[in-house]
């Protein structure tokens, strides 16, 4: 066959590594006008345009990221997860949400691991599927953390769908929100009666968790429907809070504080997370330690250090206003929140009424090239916004801002609700280099 890698980031180096295989034609193909770290004789078609001249091949792998409305080709337009899923011998728990599916799919993998579970933990975590895939057997267990670029065009569901709480987020790249949905609902869209799904309790998770074939009949349909149930509540049978501990069915699992992670948040992920794991372990004891086994993801208010009193945490994997809020939401202590970068669309509104309402944000320091204008519209909806909050133009200026602003006992939070483009090359390089700028104080 002829095959075209379409997109070559790390997923691409994997894709190309799987196909490049006797009897293939396997051609990189990316908009980029060079590339690093390209396979000794690896044929190549780069520059502005490339993924509109793909008639020719007989299939067209596209990378997670790569709208596949920027693909034209006369060929099978396929992708990893969509081989990943064809070929994966063991069981896949599939997560998907807007914020929060890194964190549950390490939490269901911890949890797994502590029963004894041979777990295999991918995808948009930053393990390429494809590469981990001759590894599985039959008996293990996979945990894929799903995006919705990964989502968008799947022909075949995980074994458990968990859909955690979805809000507008990636509006630069999707259509529209509906087009955003609608690839999240893919995750639940061709599950049989053999899978389920474990959804959030808000209206667009249980439309995803809805979407499914077309039935010839009301029995099927409701057959199919009772193979999803809602984390989160008491009245599903999965997993939810109640006195400060975690339960399921009126059966005490273990205390909220076995839990390592700051933030309501972060309780509601452990909720989606046991529930999933429960499938395949009934053991309360194992389900604690593994929440004990699991400090955290970088830059998921990570704990950086404590200086002269006050606290500092890095959150920049935040990069929508909901997971602002939820870090705002995480401390009682007075706050010092950082916040900005570039806009993806977002809706501002729930971050502009939950800073208004929230007493103990201290002072707001906004960067990148959304500044002014997120500036003007958190004013415009009463926030108070200091006079210098918009100066700081580096990672060190920022720093210096803050550490200026705060006294004893507060909390100084890295948490933009914004992609990190502008400034830093990803949000890792921004929670880096926050790092860095902190502990050298």
Same mark, same amino acid.
């Given at each position: 066959?002829?095959?075209?890698?379409?997109?070559?980031?790390?997923?691409? @180096?994997?894709?190309? =590594?799987?196909?490049?295989?006797?009897?293939?034609?396997?051609?990189?193909?990316?908009?980029?006008?060079?590339?690093?770290?390209?396979?000794?004789?690896?044929?190549?078609?780069?520059?502005?345009? &490339?993924?509109?001249?793909?008639?020719?091949?007989?299939?067209?792998?596209? #990378?997670?990221?790569?709208?596949?409305?920027?693909?034209?080709?006369?060929?099978?337009?396929?992708? $990893?997860?969509?081989?990943?899923?064809?070929?994966?011998?063991?069981?896949?728990?599939?997560?998907?949400?807007? @914020?929060?599916?890194?964190?549950?799919?390490?939490?269901?993998?911890?949890?797994?691991?502590? $029963?004894?579970?041979?777990?295999?933990? +991918?995808?948009?975590?930053?393990?390429?599927?494809?590469?981990?895939?001759?590894?599985?057997?039959?008996? =293990?267990?996979?945990?894929?953390?799903?995006?919705?670029?990964?989502?968008?065009?799947?022909?075949?569901?995980?074994?458990? $769908?968990? +859909?955690?709480?979805?809000?507008?987020?990636?509006?630069? +790249?999707?259509?529209?929100?509906?087009?955003?949905?609608? &690839?999240?609902?893919?995750? !639940?869209?061709?599950?049989?009666?053999?899978?389920?799904?474990?959804?959030?309790?808000?209206?667009?998770?249980?439309?995803? $968790?809805?979407?499914?074939?077309?039935?010839?009949?009301?029995?099927?349909?409701?057959?199919?429907?009772?193979?999803?149930?809602?984390?989160?509540?008491?009245?599903?049978?999965?997993?939810?809070?109640?006195?400060?501990?975690?339960?399921?069915?009126?059966?005490?699992?273990?205390?909220?504080?076995?839990?390592?992670?700051?933030?309501?948040?972060?309780?509601?992920?452990?909720?989606?997370?046991?529930?999933? &794991?429960?499938?395949?372990?009934?053991?309360?004891?194992?389900?604690?330690?593994?929440?004990?086994?699991?400090?955290?993801?970088?830059?998921?208010?990570?704990?950086?250090?404590?200086?002269?009193?006050?606290?500092?945490?890095?959150?920049?994997?935040?990069?929508?206003?909901?997971?602002?809020?939820?870090?705002?939401?995480?401390?009682?202590?007075?706050?010092?929140?950082?916040?900005?970068?570039?806009?993806?669309?977002? =809706?501002?509104?729930?971050?502009?009424?939950?800073?208004?309402?929230?007493?103990?944000?201290?002072?707001?320091?906004?960067?990148?090239?959304?500044?002014?204008?997120?500036?003007?519209?958190?004013?415009?909806?009463?926030?108070?916004?200091?006079?210098?909050?918009?100066?700081?133009?580096?990672?060190? /200026?920022?720093? #210096?801002?803050?550490?200026? !602003?705060?006294?004893?006992?507060?909390?100084?939070?890295?948490?933009?609700?914004?992609?990190?483009?502008?400034?830093?090359?990803?949000? /890792?390089?921004?929670?880096? @280099?926050?790092?860095? +700028?902190?502990?050298?104080?």
């Amino acid at each position: 066959m002829k095959i075209a890698i379409a997109g070559y980031g790390a997923e691409g @180096k994997a894709n190309y =590594d799987y196909w490049n295989t006797s009897g293939n034609t396997v051609i990189i193909v990316d908009e980029r006008a060079s590339l690093d770290n390209l396979p000794e004789g690896a044929e190549t078609v780069l520059g502005e345009g &490339a993924f509109a001249k793909l008639n020719g091949f007989d299939m067209v792998i596209r #990378t997670a990221g790569l709208s596949h409305y920027k693909i034209q080709t006369d060929g099978k337009v396929w992708s $990893a997860t969509n081989e990943f899923l064809a070929k994966c011998p063991a069981p896949v728990i599939g997560v998907t949400g807007t @914020k929060g599916k890194g964190t549950t799919c390490s939490l269901i993998a911890s949890i797994l691991r502590a $029963a004894g579970k041979t777990v295999h933990l +991918v995808g948009n975590i930053g393990v390429p599927a494809l590469g981990e895939l001759p590894k599985i057997t039959p008996d =293990d267990i996979v945990v894929y953390e799903m995006s919705s670029f990964q989502l968008w065009d799947l022909e075949k569901s995980p074994h458990v $769908a968990v +859909v955690l709480m979805v809000e507008p987020d990636h509006l630069n +790249v999707h259509k529209d929100f509906d087009d955003y949905v609608d &690839a999240k609902a893919n995750i !639940r869209r061709h599950q049989t009666v053999e899978d389920y799904c474990i959804y959030h309790p808000s209206d667009v998770s249980r439309s995803i $968790a809805m979407s499914g074939p077309q039935f010839t009949d009301d029995v099927s349909r409701q057959t199919w429907e009772a193979c999803a149930a809602r984390f989160g509540i008491e009245d599903d049978g999965q997993v939810y809070v109640k006195d400060g501990a975690f339960y399921a069915r009126d059966q005490r699992i273990c205390g909220v504080e076995s839990l390592q992670l700051l933030g309501v948040h972060n309780r509601e992920n452990a909720c989606a997370a046991i529930s999933a &794991a429960l499938h395949f372990t009934q053991d309360y004891s194992l389900i604690e330690q593994g929440l004990m086994n699991f400090e955290g993801l970088p830059h998921r208010l990570e704990f950086v250090r404590e200086l002269d009193g006050v606290k500092y945490y890095n959150d920049s994997f935040s990069s929508a206003p909901s997971a602002t809020v939820a870090a705002i939401r995480a401390f009682d202590r007075p706050e010092i929140l950082i916040l900005g970068g570039i806009d993806k669309g977002a =809706d501002f509104s729930h971050l502009a009424d939950t800073l208004s309402a929230a007493s103990n944000v201290k002072q707001l320091i906004i960067i990148g090239e959304i500044q002014q204008k997120l500036a003007d519209f958190l004013a415009g909806h009463g926030v108070s916004i200091p006079a210098d909050a918009t100066d700081a133009r580096t990672m060190q /200026e920022i720093v #210096t801002l803050a550490r200026g !602003r705060a006294s004893v006992g507060d909390v100084v939070i890295l948490s933009p609700g914004c992609a990190s483009f502008d400034m830093f090359k990803d949000f /890792e390089d921004r929670g880096t @280099k926050f790092r860095e +700028v902190v502990q050298a104080l």
